[in-house]
């Protein structure tokens, strides 16, 4: 889990189930890894080393 703040609306759609966990852009808060590298990938959010404050350690 790590703290994101989402540049712009981004719907992550749960692999198997029939979920989907919407953010707003501009919202901040604590995301699942898997959400976040998603989000990454379509320009949702910043890389790693802009916005996305990672607790792994």
């Known amino acids: 889990m790590a703290k994101?703040?989402?540049l712009r609306d981004?719907?992550?759609?749960?692999?198997?189930k029939p979920v989907t966990v919407a953010y707003k852009a501009g919202w901040r808060g604590?995301?699942?890894?898997a959400h976040i590298d998603a989000a990454i990938a379509?320009?949702?959010?910043?890389?790693p080393?802009?916005?996305v404050d990672d607790?792994?350690?």
């Open 4 to 6: 994101a703040t989402f």
């Open 10 to 16: 981004f719907d992550y759609h749960v692999p198997g």
């Open 55 to 57: 607790d792994r350690q």
């Open 49 to 51: 080393k802009g916005d």
């Open 30 to 33: 604590t995301v699942p890894r």
């Open 42 to 47: 379509v320009g949702a959010l910043p890389t």
